[in-house]
T-cell receptor, first 111, second 116 residues
């Protein structure tokens, strides 16, 4: 599996955009980038995923650089309920579809 | 999306005993996984539950300690055997599927285990 690197923590003001970076410089051509988040005491929640094109859904946008070595998850208008641990995960097809979690980024949204 | 029911949601157990955690999905899924999350840590994959055959364990996890069953496409159990306080963690079931009500990965809400 390609390794991901994320900052351990970030702060964001409520109502502002939260931009969470992820480095995955060893990603290979058939590996997807997934983002999950875990709010305290709950199971991880799917946010978004992509291969090489930018993606947007009702929760967030995912921007993947052209060389695919890094990506940014964007929460356009962060709320206090977005305070959580955010995990950037690269899924390797050769390992039978399992997700391997790194340490993630603790995002604190403050009023 | 699929709904996962994990039971029990929490338990307090005596050291030396065993606990079986159940994971029930409301639709058939291709793959089921079990994770452990120790206090303040990220999720660690324990094993992939294979239908009708032995689970595939990750490095550091063994069948004698964490026996897993998966008798069909919607149900799996994880047993934590001969427990010690170091086994106090949240144990999570996850499923993966394509198409229908299961598309991608979904996680249960977890079982919070405390061993005393």
């Amino acid at each position: 599996d390609a390794k991901t690197t994320q900052p351990p923590s970030m702060d964001c003001a409520e109502g502002r955009a939260a931009n969470l970076p992820c480095n995955h410089s060893t990603i290979s051509g058939n590996e997807y980038v997934y983002w999950y988040r875990q709010i305290h005491s709950q199971g991880p929640q799917y946010i978004i995923h992509g291969l090489k094109n930018n993606e947007t859904n009702e929760m967030a946008s995912l921007i993947i650089t052209e060389d695919r070595k890094s990506s940014t998850l964007i929460l356009p208008h962060a709320t206090l309920r977005d305070t959580a641990v955010y995990y950037c995960i690269v899924r390797s097809m050769e390992y039978g579809n399992k997700l391997v979690f790194g340490a993630g980024t603790i995002l604190r949204v403050k009023s | 999306s699929a709904v996962i029911s994990q039971k029990p949601s929490r338990d307090i157990c005596q050291r030396g005993t065993s606990l079986t955690i159940q994971c029930q999905v409301d639709s058939q899924v291709t793959m089921m996984f079990w994770y452990r999350q120790q206090p303040g840590q990220s999720l660690t994959l324990i094993a992939t539950a294979n239908q009708g055959s032995e689970a595939t364990y990750e490095s550091g996890f063994v069948i004698d300690k964490f026996p897993i069953s998966r008798p069909n496409l919607t149900f799996s159990t994880l047993t934590v055997s001969n427990m010690s306080p170091e086994d106090s963690s949240i144990y999570l079931c996850s499923v993966w599927g394509q198409g229908g009500r299961v598309n991608g990965y979904t996680f249960g809400s977890g079982t919070r285990l405390t061993v005393v």
